[in-house]
Nanobody, 123 residues
Framework: QVQLVESGGGLVQAGGSLRLSCAAS????????MGWFRQAPGKEREFVVT????????YYADSVKGRFTISRDNAKNTVYLQMNKLKPEDTATYYC????????????????WGQGTQVTVSS
């Protein structure tokens, strides 16, 4: 069992920045693929970015490429999402997730999820 706790969400103006964190329990965090997804009201959950166990491989959704950066600190069992140049359309609940295999953009392929953190970008 893996528990994930996201933090760092909040209200920010368009063009601003936020950094989300996701702290994971478990001794094998360093072997997991991590992903960030988001869900806006009335919309399906969508892929944002994923990072492999070492941090050497990442994959971004086109909508966030060049603005968001994922990183991980395996010593701290934490994955981060630096979000810059935020837009109102980035408003959503952001979830981190764990996958006990390689990177994937499919939410159904992730095994554990956090409770989410709200990001609101005002225009």
């Amino acid at each position: 069992q893996v528990q994930l706790v996201e933090s760092g969400g909040g209200l920010v103006q368009a063009g601003g920045s936020l950094r989300l964190s996701c702290a994971a329990s478990g001794r094998t965090f360093s072997s997991y693929t991590m992903g960030w997804f988001r869900q806006a009201p009335g919309k399906e959950r969508e892929f944002v970015v994923t990072i492999n166990w070492s941090g050497g491989t990442t994959y971004y959704a086109d909508s966030v490429k060049g603005r968001f950066t994922i990183s991980r600190d395996n010593a701290k069992n934490t994955v981060y999402l630096q979000m810059n140049k935020l837009k109102p359309e980035d408003t959503a609940t952001y979830y981190c997730a764990v996958r006990r295999a390689g990177i994937s953009t499919w939410a159904l392929e992730y095994d554990y999820w956090g409770q989410g953190t709200q990001v609101t970008v005002s225009s």
